[in-house]
């Protein structure tokens, strides 16, 4: 599904804010949601109750918000959540519940709570493995647990070559894109985790590309002489104008590519140098 250049801005000023009050990094936190539901808010799984951004499952959701929520102003939806002898997470009142699993579409509260949940993941897989986290680790967590994170890496670690769907049958029932090739035979422990490396690392290097656009635009606008500007990678100001215009009509979903609305600024911004 499309998603707007507006919501898309507005999700990406989301997961930014998120990252900077939590300290998760930015490109982590874009790369996941991109992953999970192609940059849109209100992405619904077939084969789960997973839903939003970071298609949180309804358990997963409940426990994150209660344990994070009163820390982002949602006291009252963490006040609302009860456990069970079973460790089961429930709320009383079905309306209640509703709004709670609702803020799941919210960008700002699903990227909020993404974020202090990577937090959580990154210190216990750190923990178990008595090494540093990485981003791809944080997303094995996210998409397994913490509990299944360290089960798949420390099972990664003493047979790389052992078959995620053995392990994880429930997930791989769940996944079949993630823990079976085309042709229908499983995946290693191995293979599956350098899928999400590779998803994740396509997706930084999307972010430092735009990045590196959105700074020349900057600096073309701080200039103000209306002469032809060449920045440190060789590009001029028509150069900037022209892929600007390019750009415009391409997906707003498209992982950190500009929207639209980023391609008519530089534009605009481009236009007011008489370039």
């Known amino acids: 599904m499309t998603v707007s250049a507006i919501s898309t801005g507005r999700i990406q000023s989301a997961i930014a804010a998120a990252a900077q009050r939590t300290g998760i990094d930015f490109d982590y ?35 994150v918000v209660k344990k994070h929520g009163a820390e982002h102003g949602l006291g009252w939806a963490a006040d609302s959540i009860g456990r069970s002898s079973s460790g089961r997470l429930s709320v009383g009142d079905a309306g209640t519940r509703r709004a709670i699993l609702a803020l799941r579409n919210d960008p700002n509260t699903s990227s909020l709570m993404a974020a202090e949940y990577a937090s959580d993941n ?24 913490a509990a299944g994170a360290r089960k798949f ?10 078959s995620g769907a053995a392990l994880f049958p429930q997930a791989a029932a769940a996944n ?32 430092a590309a735009m990045k590196g656009r959105v700074d020349y635009a900057a600096q073309a606008l701080d200039t ?14 028509t150069d900037a104008l022209a892929w600007a215009q390019s750009v415009g009509d391409r997906q707003a979903a498209s992982l950190l590519r500009p929207t639209p609305d980023t391609a008519r600024l530089a534009y605009m911004m481009l236009a007011q140098m008489g370039a």
């Open 29 to 63: 936190l874009l790369g996941q949601a991109k992953l999970e539901s192609g940059l849109n808010a209100n992405a619904r799984a077939g084969t789960s109750s997973a839903s939003g951004l970071y298609q949180f499952i309804e358990q997963s959701w409940l426990a």
């Open 122 to 145: 990154k210190t216990a897989i750190e923990a178990a493995t008595g090494r540093a986290a990485n981003g791809t680790d944080l997303y094995m967590a996210h998409f397994l647990g």
């Open 153 to 162: 890496l420390t099972g990664m670690a003493s047979n790389p070559d052992a």
């Open 176 to 207: 079949r894109g993630v823990f079976f090739e085309r042709n229908g035979s499983p995946r290693s422990l191995s293979a599956i985790y350098q899928r999400f490396a590779d998803k994740l690392g396509d997706a930084a290097a999307a972010g």
């Open 224 to 237: 103000g002489d209306g002469s032809t500007i060449v920045t440190g990678n060789g590009e001029s100001a």
